[in-house]
């Protein structure tokens, strides 16, 4: 988990203010691990303090990115989602809950080689499927005897 207080010292530090509502960003998305997109966000946001438009939520999401303090991932389904994790890692995405899991894969070596003649300088890989969550739900439908099936 990131530290909040750190974070929201890099708002003091480049000049801004420290508002109540960037404290409150700051602290959703420190205490997050589910990627959440900026509409969940907001939702938690006004939760806690009632006064703060979408729009707050929106500019300060931004902010942190642009002062790298955060991910934002457009990983092709719909709205990005921001990722409090700058460890350099991976991802797992499920289809049917729109999960996204963090994963640790050694892609090291595949930057080093050439591809004729093209350099990779990062990978930003994104695997697709089904979350073990999603997957045992299938199961147990399967399983259960429905009346339909029964006469
Ligand atoms: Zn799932
Ligand atoms: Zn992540």
Known sequence: MRDARRMVERFHDAGRKVTPQRVAVVEIICSSTTHPTADMVFADAHRRL??????????????????????????????????????RHQHLLCDRCGQLIDIYLDLDGLLDESFEGFRASHADVVLRGTCRTCADDRGARRRAPSRADSH
Not at 58 to 84: H, K, W
Request: proline share 3%; hydrophobic share 35%; glycine share 8%.
């Open 50 to 87: 009632r006064v703060i438009s979408q729009r707050t939520v929106y500019q300060v999401l931004t902010d942190l990115c642009d002062l790298g303090e955060i991910q934002c991932l457009n990983i092709g389904s719909g709205a990005a989602r921001f990722d409090p994790n700058n460890d």
